[in-house]
């Protein structure tokens, strides 16, 4: 699975952004989905994720209530609309796919990776 970001950009506290995520490759409609996030000098974090249906999300406590996490398997296609955005929103953003079902929060079950998209939030 090959994974290309889209969306990214500078905007000012309170507004919204959507980013998506292309995927190509056969496994797309089975494989959980994630967005993950690293801001300069952090670890990378885990934001949200959805299973393979899009029935069930779950999301980090920092961003629950703000993002949704949102996917078309007939488009292969995976979206993270980011609403409310803070000063502490700013990071690089990177889509993960899973090699199977799994969905969660943990970096190391995600076998494939898109490239990153910066996300910048201006207060």
């Known amino acids: 699975v090959q994974l290309q970001a889209s969306g990214g950009g500078l905007v000012q506290t309170g507004a919204s952004l959507k980013l998506s995520c292309a995927a190509s490759?056969?496994?797309?409609?089975?494989?959980?989905m994630g967005w993950f996030r690293q801001a300069p000098g952090k670890e990378r974090e885990f934001v949200a994720t959805?299973?393979?249906?899009?029935?069930?999300?779950f999301y980090a406590d920092s961003v629950k209530g703000r993002f949704t996490i949102s996917r078309d398997n007939a488009k292969s296609t995976v979206h993270l609309q980011m609403n409310s955005l803070k000063p502490e929103d700013t990071a690089v953003y990177y889509c993960?796919?899973?090699?199977?079902?799994?969905?969660?929060?943990?970096?190391?079950?995600?076998?494939?990776w898109g490239q990153g998209i910066q996300v910048t939030v201006s207060s």
């Open positions: 993960a796919a899973s090699q199977d079902t799994y969905y969660g929060s943990q970096s190391r079950y995600y076998l494939y």
């Open positions: 959805i299973n393979w249906s899009g029935g069930s999300t």
């Open positions: 490759g056969r496994t797309f409609g089975s494989s959980g």
